[in-house]
């Protein structure tokens, strides 16, 4: 060894992990992008602050009414308007995506309901079995 040299840790006894290509020298430089964050242009400015809310400096009121709503409430779900109107053991013909939201309205219900394809052409029967 040399004066002023420090031994290589193979021989103080630690382990050493090394990374070696699979040709034997580093992969040559590119401007391809490692990943895809790698296109998309970098912002410029300064970061964005958050400034902390003084919570202590909230006001708190108690005699403000609540407002009506900016807009009409939605209607009730027509499948379950449907579901109500059959009796049991009665039956409908429907296209499948009407069907199979008239076994899930009226299930959601408490109703129970069974369908079967009647056609080739994607109608259904469903029945209300109590």
Known sequence: MTAGRKPSRELQGSPVQR????????????????????????????????????????????????????????PGNTYIELAKRMPVGSCVELP????????SAGTKAGMKFTRRRLTDAGTYGVWRLE
């Open 96 to 103: 499948e995506r009407s069907a199979c939201s008239l076994v």
């Open 19 to 74: 990374s070696v290509s699979a040709a034997g020298r580093p992969p040559p430089a590119t401007t391809a992008a490692r990943s895809a964050f790698d296109l998309v242009p970098k912002k410029a400015g300064t970061p964005k602050t958050r400034t902390r809310l003084d919570l202590t400096a909230v006001e708190v009121r108690t005699d403000v009414p609540i407002p009506e709503l900016a807009h009409r409430p939605r």
